[in-house]
């Protein structure tokens, strides 16, 4: 453990990464460079845009006297070797133990506020005639962090995955949305259980739920409606959001645990640029009770954990484009990037009349500026 006062040691960062058990073999448990010193390091290149382990390298090498100013670095940089096997052998289920302890210290989520459960395969990671390491990930969509991770062998162990994601993270009063694949009763009964609420998409794995929904849509019986209109990116959207609370609950709706509402989302795109008209119906069910609005607004916040946490990791981060193919190295970098857009995402602050921008103009503003990083860092540093 860190305690030199001479050094800005962030009290979150040490207490939650220092349990982790560093991998590497010596005879005396001694090492020339330590652990957390190297995950700092990473995180600090990756916020400025180097992520590949020789550019980590050149990174710290480069901000030695900048690193200095949070732990000693009594033996400067380590190679890129060094830094590639430890990520290849730290036990990625403890770092995301740490991970996801780390970002509970922070009070960031409101009673009802929505967490987003969804799976990404990381193509990079691909072995010969193996898929790729599939994550599942639990997103809080309304403040776009990150809170936890669980690894797959392909996407069909997302249904498995997910209860214990569940386990991993505090969900009282909080309403977790999950695609078809994670529409299981099993999960439902989780969500209940750990005293939270669910919205699950219904589709054809789920054929006799899907088809008693089609049939309890009864204009007639819709107890509540909203109509929302978006424009954007050449296409005009209209969504159309219908729900029944006085359903009858028979023996294929009443194996839900809790369930209260069924929800019915139409869904009109038109195309500006062509004028072509496509139409889709998606079903839900519920165990909020709540206006048509509010489930408009909740339904399509949980593709947040699609457009602000797996677009991010492919085009700010270029995850599938990275071949790291051994042991846990693509599910640790995983973690790291995660790490890198809470720390992002963490700085806005809505009060500010600075400007927010882009995590890639972030990512620019740190690679240049030392006192810009050390915002960025702000969850790590105990001075701020």
Same mark, same amino acid.
């Given at each position: 453990?860190?305690?030199?006062?001479?050094?800005?040691?962030?009290?979150?960062?040490?207490?939650?990464?220092?349990?982790?058990?560093?991998?590497?073999?010596?005879?005396?448990?001694?090492?020339?460079?330590?652990?957390?010193?190297?995950?700092?390091?990473?995180?600090?290149?990756?916020?400025?845009?180097?992520?590949?382990?020789?550019?980590?390298?050149?990174?710290?090498?480069?901000?030695?006297?900048?690193?200095?100013?949070?732990?000693?670095?009594?033996?400067?940089?380590?190679?890129?070797?060094?830094?590639?096997?430890?990520?290849?052998?730290?036990?990625?289920?403890?770092?995301?133990?740490?991970?996801?302890?780390?970002?509970?210290?922070?009070?960031?989520?409101?009673?009802?506020?929505?967490?987003?459960?969804?799976?990404?395969?990381?193509?990079?990671?691909?072995?010969?005639?193996?898929?790729?390491?599939?994550?599942?990930?639990?997103?809080?969509?309304?403040?776009?962090?990150?809170?936890?991770?669980?690894?797959?062998?392909?996407?069909?162990?997302?249904?498995?995955?997910?209860?214990?994601?569940?386990? =991993? %993270?505090?969900?009282?009063?909080? #309403? +977790?949305?999950? &695609?078809?694949?994670?529409?299981?009763?099993?999960?439902?009964?989780? /969500?209940?259980?750990?005293?939270?609420?669910?919205?699950?998409?219904?589709?054809?794995?789920?054929?006799?739920?899907?088809?008693?929904?089609?049939?309890?849509?009864?204009?007639?019986?819709?107890?509540?409606?909203?109509?929302?209109?978006?424009?954007?990116?050449?296409?005009?959207?209209?969504?159309?959001?219908?729900?029944?609370?006085?359903?009858?609950?028979?023996?294929?709706?009443?194996?839900?645990?809790?369930?209260?509402? =069924? %929800?019915?989302?139409?869904?009109? #795109? +038109?195309?500006? &640029?062509?004028?072509?008209?496509?139409?889709?119906?998606?079903?839900? /069910?519920?165990?909020?009770?709540?206006?048509?609005?509010?489930?408009?607004?909740?339904?399509?916040?949980?593709?947040?954990?699609?457009?602000?946490?797996?677009?991010?990791?492919?085009?700010?981060?270029?995850?599938?484009?990275?071949?790291?193919?051994?042991?846990?190295?693509?599910?640790?970098?995983?973690?790291?990037?995660?790490?890198?857009?809470?720390?992002?995402?963490?700085?806005?602050?809505?009060?500010?009349?600075?400007?927010?921008?882009?995590?890639?103009?972030?990512?620019?503003?740190?690679?240049?500026?030392?006192?810009?990083?050390?915002?960025?860092?702000?969850?790590?540093?105990?001075?701020?």
């Amino acid at each position: 453990m860190y305690t030199d006062s001479s050094y800005h040691y962030d009290k979150h960062f040490v207490s939650s990464f220092s349990s982790l058990i560093d991998p590497r073999r010596t005879t005396n448990g001694n090492y020339t460079y330590p652990m957390l010193e190297i995950l700092f390091l990473t995180i600090s290149a990756i916020l400025s845009g180097r992520d590949t382990y020789n550019d980590i390298v050149i990174f710290g090498e480069i901000k030695i006297d900048w690193l200095r100013k949070y732990f000693p670095y009594e033996k400067g940089i380590s190679s890129h070797d060094t830094i590639s096997k430890l990520f290849q052998k730290i036990d990625n289920e403890a770092f995301n133990d740490c991970f996801t302890e780390w970002i509970s210290k922070y009070s960031f989520t409101n009673k009802e506020s929505v967490i987003s459960i969804d799976g990404k395969c990381i193509k990079g990671s691909a072995k010969r005639k193996k898929g790729g390491v599939h994550i599942v990930s639990a997103f809080a969509s309304e403040q776009g962090l990150s809170l936890s991770q669980l690894v797959t062998d392909k996407k069909s162990n997302e249904i498995t995955a997910i209860p214990d994601l569940i386990d =991993l %993270i505090s969900i009282k009063d909080k #309403v +977790i949305t999950i &695609d078809a694949m994670g529409c299981q009763t099993k999960i439902a009964k989780k /969500i209940i259980h750990k005293e939270g609420d669910y919205v699950l998409q219904v589709k054809g794995n789920q054929e006799k739920t899907e088809e008693e929904l089609k049939i309890q849509f009864n204009p007639d019986l819709v107890d509540d409606s909203n109509i929302t209109e978006d424009v954007g990116h050449g296409r005009i959207e209209t969504r159309i959001c219908e729900i029944i609370t006085n359903f009858e609950k028979n023996s294929t709706l009443e194996k839900w645990k809790g369930i209260q509402s =069924l %929800i019915r989302v139409t869904s009109c #795109v +038109i195309h500006q &640029d062509s004028d072509k008209e496509t139409v889709q119906t998606r079903y839900y /069910i519920s165990s909020l009770n709540t206006s048509a609005k509010e489930f408009n607004r909740i339904i399509r916040l949980h593709w947040a954990i699609e457009n602000n946490l797996h677009w991010c990791l492919d085009v700010i981060f270029r995850e599938d484009n990275k071949q790291r193919k051994k042991e846990n190295s693509a599910a640790n970098f995983s973690i790291i990037y995660k790490i890198a857009l809470n720390l992002m995402q963490m700085t806005d602050d809505r009060k500010s009349k600075e400007k927010k921008g882009s995590f890639k103009e972030k990512i620019t503003r740190s690679t240049l500026d030392d006192n810009y990083r050390e915002k960025l860092l702000n969850a790590f540093l105990c001075n701020n």
